[in-house]
């Protein structure tokens, strides 16, 4: 399958900044919608955030509206995820994917954890 690697995860303090990056091994990133994910302990992935292969498009899960960008760089064939006012709850790894209408063609790296805390 295809390899995608995120990366710029790390250790933050509350209303601190990170930006996350996404890439692939073998896979033109650029021929898909691409969404961040976030599992949280205890908790089940979630899609946090989606964008169209285009970049024209963007949407975003309401707890972190407002705080989060994600963007994409047709010619790195990449995808980041700028997060903003981070909060203790945004702590978890964090996974990108396809997303939206190429969901049922996903494969999932690693992740990057991110912690939040004081």
């Known amino acids: 399958q295809v390899q995608l690697v995120e990366s710029g995860g790390g250790l933050v303090q509350p209303g601190g900044s990170l930006r996350l990056s996404c890439s692939a091994s073998?896979?033109?990133?650029?021929?898909?919608?691409i969404g961040w994910f976030r599992q949280a302990p205890g908790q089940e992935r979630k899609e946090i955030s989606c964008?169209?292969?285009?970049?024209?498009?963007?949407v975003y899960g309401d707890s972190v509206k407002g705080r989060f960008t994600i963007s994409r760089d047709h010619a790195k064939n990449m995808v980041y995820l700028q997060m903003n006012s981070l909060k203790p709850e945004d702590t978890g790894v964090y996974y990108c994917a396809t997303c939206g209408d190429y969901s049922d063609i996903r494969s999932w790296g690693q992740g990057t954890q991110v912690t939040v805390s004081s």
């Open positions: 964008i169209t292969k285009s970049g024209g498009s963007t």
């Open positions: 073998g896979f033109t990133l650029n021929w898909y919608d």
